[in-house]
């Protein structure tokens, strides 16, 4: 059996008839960026995420680019400031600190949770912190009271990246309504993605948004005059138009990625492997299945002969990355073993009861 990590052919295949419809929609109305589909998108995911407001940006990168940029220009966050962030997320998340002329502070991630190690926040902070980037990785919820409260205390605006937790939960209320202001990516791969690039920024801030809003559009807000130095990072309609479509079953796909994973997790009984420690199945959109063991590129080159793809997310920690060459010598044990030890197991709300217990069958066998 061949089983791919994801299959993107087949999630558009599922609503292929209404993307269609919709993408053929906007071609025909002549009428491309800027227009009513991003409108009615951006009301949908705020009404859906629990935010006065969402800005269709061009990427999940620019989104966190933007809110950043938006503190400064609003004069809340100075070059030179430092923003806290856990060591072992995507780079993009620090990649937007860094683009701001801001300073990351790397912060290690707890091992059961491989979330941001929130009893290792407040030792970090410095006269120069002003906000706490929290990131909810593989799909699981970063937000903790502890996070919300050290914010509170030490007047910090709390950023979210929730570029893979679309639809995921704390105490009933959506990543991405939890903090200041949150980054969020449609990369097609997402738990919600466009069939391109888009992104957005979602936030209860008036100002927040206003500015954001220019920022993506030349850093203007009426037509020929520029209040910022912006760029073009808009969100396309067609995009917008696809992503409105797909919103609407999120929850219910986000659903059959909970079955795929509690499936994953009742019949893996390999001893040499260390599954996801899921206490609240609500707090967990499962954008991955994140498995560790020592063995992983042994396991990665056994599953792969046996017609089974799977993913390191991710195999160099950015403090190891060429581009962050100052950081090279500095050591965070935690991030590091992850990074030597996870391996993501195919996660698509279109596998099969078959290719799951297959999955299952073969990584027991390992
Ligand atoms: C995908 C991702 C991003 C960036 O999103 P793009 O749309 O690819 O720019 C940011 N942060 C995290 C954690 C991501 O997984």
């Not at 052919?9 to 993307?19: A, F, L, V």
């Not at 940006?57 to 220009?73: H, K, S």
């Not at 030792?123 to 002003?130: D, E, H, V």
């Amino acid at each position: 059996m061949d089983i791919p990590f994801l299959s993107l052919k087949d999630i558009t295949g599922k609503y292929s008839e209404e993307i269609h419809n919709v993408v053929n929609r906007v071609i025909d109305s002549g009428w491309y960026l800027q227009g009513s589909e991003n409108t009615a998108f951006e009301a949908n995911y705020s009404r859906y995420i629990g935010t006065q407001y969402t800005i269709g940006v061009a990427n999940g990168l620019d989104a966190l680019i933007w809110i950043l940029r938006a503190y400064i220009e609003l004069g809340v966050i100075s070059p030179g400031d430092e923003v806290i962030v856990p060591a072992n997320t995507y780079i993009a998340s620090i990649l937007a600190i860094t683009e701001n002329r801001l300073v990351p502070v790397l912060i290690e991630p707890d091992i059961n949770t491989y979330q941001i190690d929130d009893s290792r926040i407040e030792a970090a902070i410095t006269k120069k912190t002003k906000a706490i980037m929290i990131v909810h990785l593989y799909g699981r919820c970063a937000y903790t009271e502890k996070v919300g409260q050290i914010c509170k205390n030490y007047n910090l605006k709390l950023i979210e990246d929730n570029a893979q937790a679309h639809g995921c939960l704390f105490n009933g209320r959506k990543t991405g309504s939890l903090g200041d202001a949150a980054g969020h990516s449609f990369y097609p791969g997402k738990n919600l993605g466009a069939l391109g690039d888009a992104g957005a920024v979602t936030t209860s801030d008036k100002k927040l948004a206003n500015v954001v809003h220019s920022l993506a559009n030349y850093g203007s807000s009426k037509k020929y005059v520029f209040q910022y130095l912006g760029r073009n990072s808009r969100l396309d309609e067609i995009q917008a138009a696809i992503l409105a479509i797909k919103l609407q079953y999120l929850d219910e796909d986000n659903n059959l990625r909970k079955t795929v994973a509690k499936k994953y997790i009742n019949g893996i009984n390999n001893s040499k492997i260390i599954l996801p420690n899921v206490m609240d199945y609500s707090n967990n959109v499962f954008h991955i299945f994140p498995i560790r063991t020592k063995g992983r590129d042994e396991l990665q080159e056994y599953l792969a002969k046996n017609g089974i793809q799977t993913l390191i997310h991710y195999p160099i920690p950015p403090h190891k990355q060429q581009c962050y060459i100052e950081w090279n010598d500095k050591s965070f044990p935690i991030t590091e073993q992850i990074h030597d030890e996870e391996l993501s197991l195919p996660m698509s709300p279109m596998l099969t009861d078959n290719q799951i217990q297959y999955v299952i069958d073969t990584v027991n066998q390992w």
